[in-house]
């Protein structure tokens, strides 16, 4: 492989990483997966969602996971270090049987 084709492989990964980062970055305002890193995490996740403001819609696809309707601000004060990723909810991954004004 050469130099040129090292670097186009190298910016295509980079585009592909910022898409799906763009596609799981969380609303300012509207459905979010909580996902939590640790078993602690997890037991303190539903409380903490409420806490910040967070409606709970139900369970994510990842064990633990919590998807919610809430503002993205209000639930800053959950974050990586407290062992929790806030992405964007996706219907087609987290389920749209529930809509944001909690209908079905």
Not at 15 to 25: E, K, L, R, S, T
Not at 68 to 82: I, K, P, T, W
Not at 89 to 99: D, E, R, Y
Request: glycine share 16%; aromatic share 2%; net charge neutral.
């Amino acid at each position: 492989m050469d130099g040129r084709m090292s670097l186009t492989l190298i910016q295509t990964g980079a585009v592909v990483a910022a898409m799906v980062g763009f596609a799981f970055a969380p609303p300012a305002r509207g459905r979010m997966l909580l996902v939590p890193l640790s078993p602690g995490s997890a037991a303190a996740l539903p409380a903490a969602a409420v806490n910040g403001g967070a409606r709970l819609l139900g369970a994510g696809p990842v064990a633990g996971s919590l998807v919610v309707v809430g503002e993205r601000a209000r639930l800053d004060g959950m974050s990586l270090a407290d062992g929790v990723i806030i992405l964007s909810a996706p219907p087609l991954l987290c389920g749209a049987a529930v809509t944001e004004e909690g209908e079905g």
